[in-house]
Structures are given as structure tokens and as C-alpha cells.
């Protein structure tokens, strides 16, 4: 697999975590994707921190407005959302069982 060359300094390091993590499962043509994820993940951080300082609101002459950095930290969260369950990071991506108690059968369940 090619390690992509375009990656910022801290985007890359995250990719080489993710790729250490993922170790084998990762099939060739993933390594796009993970880039994608670990620039998501950055800059995730980026415009969350940004937000932590300002308000949620910006006043502009004439209305008052959500600060776009809130619709920045929503894409990038939706984004990594979205790769991490391509690449199983959620329990529900590796078909784990969260739990759950076995649902009872009925009578006809039982026929079958």
C-alpha cells in the first residue's frame, strides 16, 4: 500500500496510527480513505477548539447567524462517522453484540 505524500505533518501522523491499528485488515486503494479520515479528524479538532473560545453565534450588520465553524465541526464529525464504520471502529461495524439479551421466540418461532 502507498502512503499518501500530500498529508500535513499532524494529519500524517494520525495516518500512521490508523494504519498501525488497522494493520492487516487494510486492502489496497484504503489508504485514500484513511488519508481522508485522519485530515477529517484534524480538522475536527481544529474548528472545535476554534468554537470552544467563540460564540455560537456571529453578528453580522444586518442579522445574527451560527458561527460556520459549528457546520464545519458537523461535516468533519459526519465524515468520520461515516470511515470509521468503513474501516470498523464502532462496535456496530465489527457486528459486535452491544449486550443485547436474547429476544424470546414465540410459538411459531419455535415451529420453524
Not at 489508504?31 to 474548528?47: G, I, M
Amino acid at each position: 500500500m502507498r502512503k499518501p505524500t500530500h498529508l500535513r505533518k499532524e494529519a500524517y501522523h494520525k495516518y500512521e496510527a490508523l494504519e498501525e491499528i488497522l494493520g492487516a485488515k487494510l486492502k489496497e486503494g484504503d489508504e485514500n480513505l484513511l488519508a481522508v479520515l485522519a485530515n477529517s479528524y484534524l480538522d475536527y479538532k481544529k474548528f472545535h477548539d476554534e468554537l470552544i473560545d467563540r460564540p455560537a453565534t456571529v453578528a453580522g450588520e444586518t442579522m445574527v447567524r451560527a458561527n460556520p465553524a459549528w457546520n464545519m465541526v458537523k461535516d468533519c464529525a459526519k465524515l468520520i462517522a461515516d470511515l470509521s464504520k468503513h474501516f470498523g471502529f464502532s462496535p456496530w461495524a465489527r457486528g459486535e453484540d452491544l449486550g443485547k439479551k436474547e429476544e424470546k421466540k414465540d410459538k411459531l418461532d419455535e415451529l420453524k
